[in-house]
């Protein structure tokens, strides 16, 4: 999984023409901290999505430009616009993860 360290190199990933996911997250969030071991094992089942880890308290007005106001998030965007997006307060598994980027495996850009 990609991390960025300033705004300018996750802008660089937003402007690409694949699709990335951008998992907002923070090592202080125990929701988050479940998500992380199976982490590998999603980007895994999903080798048509870039991975990109925002650390929410480093990117914290990115988090609310994009209205991300509960972690762990997901928001999945395609030449540079948004196509999808899992944000919530919930825990989320990896089953919910999975059939939520496979709902947008065949959504057209």
């Not at 090592?27 to 650390?55: G, H, K, L, S």
């Not at 106001?69 to 540079?80: L, M, R």
Request: hydrophobic letters at 40%; a negative charge.
């Amino acid at each position: 999984m990609i991390a960025p360290q300033s705004y300018e190199e996750l802008a660089a990933y937003l402007e690409q023409k694949e699709r990335v996911v951008f998992f907002f997250t923070a090592d202080w969030c125990p929701d988050c901290q479940f998500i992380y071991p199976f982490m590998p094992e999603i980007e895994a089942d999903n080798p048509d999505f870039t991975f990109v880890r925002v650390d929410r308290d480093a990117f914290i007005e990115l988090a609310q430009k994009w209205n991300v106001f509960g972690i762990p998030s997901f928001i999945v965007a395609e030449n540079g616009k948004e196509i999808g997006r899992l944000v919530n307060k919930q825990r989320k598994t990896k089953a919910q993860i999975n059939t939520f980027l496979a709902g947008l495996k065949t959504h057209k850009s």
